[in-house]
């Protein structure tokens, strides 16, 4: 199928320059370049506009999982009729296995999986593996071990009807594809057996499988909608595996001979250096680990064994999801890695960060040294899975430029006239009561503010400070701090609750800068803006302060006592885009107009919903679709009181949720 671009308008100013040459770059086999894009100049839409004219399969990488969830919601709505997937991290929390050999402290790996995101990922394989029309939609998780797209695809169910298997070889191929029986009630990356029907639950998928026997031979084929149990007949279908990481059976006797081997000759290196504590540790811990593999096929931590199951040498670099690429695609796909300038180092940083931990558990007997190999992708052999690639910035790095062998290619023109905002620059004396003079002015204007700080600890403070009336003059300012320990599902519906008005002012740290998209805003404030480091420095000032530059009333305030060479740097920058924009509207008779985007759902429907008593829902008033994800949005809410222990508000959501599954039937 063909990708095929849906919008209600056409490139203007420069874009369609700026999509000629890359769409020609690619064309030409160049493999890298970069588009510098101011913010708001339509960046995305210009990339979907380059993918509809090369029609490659693409992966765009973001550095965060806020922005990633809004080029995803951008890349869906431009490719309504084609493959676009979301892969990110599916921890909600995460606490890597380590140990502190100062305090003799051991901490195991804690986590806790969000199983949308889980669905969404592996929704993206089988995507990559069944389609040509594929644009996945990724954070810089997609260099991390995943297991081998080989191993995957080898597991692939293919059915069609009239197809000759037998009830329980079907239901053995399942369990060895990691679908768990259940007699009862059917959830995702389960199957039930009732007479002569199975009923295989996809774990990447919204519909239940309905597979009919006669003679050990498919005689029907359906899909079944979940809540409303609308059937609709089809002639084949493919199931992929419920997990990324699959081990054959018969590869697990030679691994276990391996691991063994490994043990051993470990255990001999620590009981040299006079290490018996750790070696006796290291005996223990990894005996039982092969008792469980030879048992149950599985352990706590197997990944840590993953080099021996995948058929890896010491060192090999690990199967990521650019290996789906190459096997579905070869070389010929695109990569577009979103804010190149903070999104490269991110992927060159990983690597060195995760060996130092794993080498600690391995120096103190907690692991084998094979651990090492279940890593992300160094720099190089990311680099080396690259065919093409544009770096997309509003301020490339020098690397990114050097790359491209100077192919960069300029878009400063907002569609919408818009230029970079004003600045001021104003002394950090009473700096917090002058934004919240400023606050109050926009609110009653109608529209948002963002507030920069340094540190979370001081944005968390700074919104308690704001929330309160008695500081802000009974204004009623509804303040929201944002950050990095935010769940990331919770961060875009922060920002979606901003354009919304359900909050007039957002403090951040650095999430208030790359690519956030948010046209309501017509203030940026940088608090201590002459502080010398990351966040003080030229491409994070520029950063923040293109948020204000989707509104046409967009101004900056710099809180400084002085002027530092990234002020100034940063300062000439957006004063010389702005001149080139100014002129460009008085050649065209421009007048700037604030941009109108609209407020897209949450990618997963009712994840955002925190009150503690069900709604009052009256079935008929509500369409079909919207009682599903009334019914999604309370199932989740079930579940959150469950793990709180609150089971009798538990209970209530169960009865309204029973009550919208009747209406339904």
């Known amino acids: 199928m063909k990708f095929e671009l849906t919008a209600d308008f056409k490139p203007t100013g420069d874009q369609p320059e700026a999509i000629e040459k890359l769409t020609e770059g690619i064309n030409a086999d160049i493999k890298d370049q970069v588009l ?28 965060n999982k806020t922005l990633a969830a809004q080029l995803y919601q951008e890349f869906r709505d431009f490719f309504p009729n084609n493959a676009v997937g979301f892969f990110i991290s599916y921890y909600d929390y995460y606490l890597p296995e380590s140990y502190l050999p100062q305090t003799d402290t051991y901490i195991a790996k804690e986590t806790e999986v969000n199983e949308e995101i889980d669905k969404l990922r592996l929704k ?24 081998s797209p080989l191993e995957y695809k080898r597991y692939v169910l293919d059915l069609q009807l009239g197809k000759e298997i037998s009830p329980q070889k079907l239901k053995e191929k399942l369990v060895e594809m990691h679908y768990m029986a259940n007699r009862w009630e059917l959830a995702r990356g389960q199957f039930r057996q009732r007479g002569n029907l199975i009923q295989i639950f996809p774990a990447y998928s919204e519909e239940i499988l309905e597979i009919k026997y006669e003679d050990n031979r498919i005689n029907e084929l359906a899909m079944r909608e979940v809540f409303s149990g609308e059937k609709k007949k089809i002639d084949s279908a493919v199931v992929y595996p419920a997990k990324h990481y699959l081990t054959d059976p018969e590869v697990i006797q030679p691994a276990l001979k391996e691991i063994r081997q490994d043990l051993a000759n470990q255990v001999k290196e620590l009981r040299k250096k006079d ?113 093409q690639v544009i770096y997309s910035s509003a301020t490339p790095r020098d690397w990114e430029k050097d790359q491209a062998e100077g192919r960069v290619i300029e878009q400063l023109i907002r569609p919408t006239g818009l230029v970079e905002p004003e600045i001021d620059i104003r002394p950090t004396a009473n700096q917090v009561e002058d934004v919240i003079k400023e606050i109050v002015d926009r609110k009653q204007k109608g529209e948002r503010i963002l507030v920069t700080t340094l540190t979370k600890r001081l944005a968390e403070d700074l919104s308690r400070y704001l929330n309160d009336p008695n500081h802000t003059e009974d204004a009623d300012i509804k303040v929201q701090y944002i950050h990095s320990d935010v769940d990331s599902l919770e961060r875009s519906q922060i920002l979606t609750n901003l354009r919304k008005g359900e909050y007039d002012v957002l403090v951040g740290v650095n999430l208030l800068r790359e690519g956030l998209d948010l046209p309501e805003v017509s203030l940026v404030a940088i608090l201590d803006a002459d502080i010398s480091g990351f966040l003080r420095s030229k491409i994070s000032l520029i950063q923040t302060m293109g948020r204000a530059a989707r509104n046409s009333a967009g101004e900056v305030i710099l809180y400084a006592d002085k002027r530092t060479e990234a002020m100034k740097e940063a300062i000439s920058e957006v004063n010389r885009r702005r001149q080139v924009q100014l002129d460009y509207n008085q050649e065209h008779g421009i007048t700037p107009e604030t941009i109108k985007k609209p407020i897209r759902g949450e990618i997963v429907p009712g994840w955002s919903q925190r009150d503690d008593q069900p709604l009052e829902i ?28 609150e089971f009798e508000k538990a209970a209530r959501v169960r009865d309204e949720i029973d009550k919208l599954k009747a209406w339904l039937k």
């Open 124 to 147: 993206a394989t089988s995507q990559i593996l069944s389609r040509d029309d594929v644009i996945i939609v990724a954070s810089v998780s997609c260099i991390y071990n995943l297991g």
């Open 618 to 645: 009256d079935p008929e008033a509500l369409t079909p679709k919207e009682i599903k994800e009334k019914i999604s949005q309370l199932t989740r809410q079930m579940n959150r009181f469950a793990g709180e222990l």
């Open 36 to 63: 510098l894009g101011v913010t708001g100049s339509g960046k995305t839409y210009t990339i979907a506009n380059v993918i509809a004219n090369t029609q490659k399969p693409t992966l765009v990488i973001s550095h």
């Open 275 to 387: 290490k018996l504590v750790e070696a006796q540790r290291l005996e223990q811990r990894v005996e039982y680990d092969m008792e469980m593999i030879q048992e149950m096929g599985y352990v706590k931590g197997i990944e840590n064994y993953s080099r021996y199951f995948d058929n890896r040498g010491p060192g090999d670099p690990p199967h990521t999801l650019l290996d789906y690429y190459q096997h579905a695609y070869g070389d010929d796909f695109l990569i577009v890695i979103d804010e190149s300038h903070i999104t490269v180092p991110q992927i060159g940083g990983m690597y060195r960060g995760d060996q130092s931990r794993k080498q600690t558990l391995i120096d103190f007997g907690f692991r084998l040294p094979s651990a090492l190999d279940n890593r992300p992708l160094k720099f190089d052999e990311f680099m080396a899975r690259t065919s």
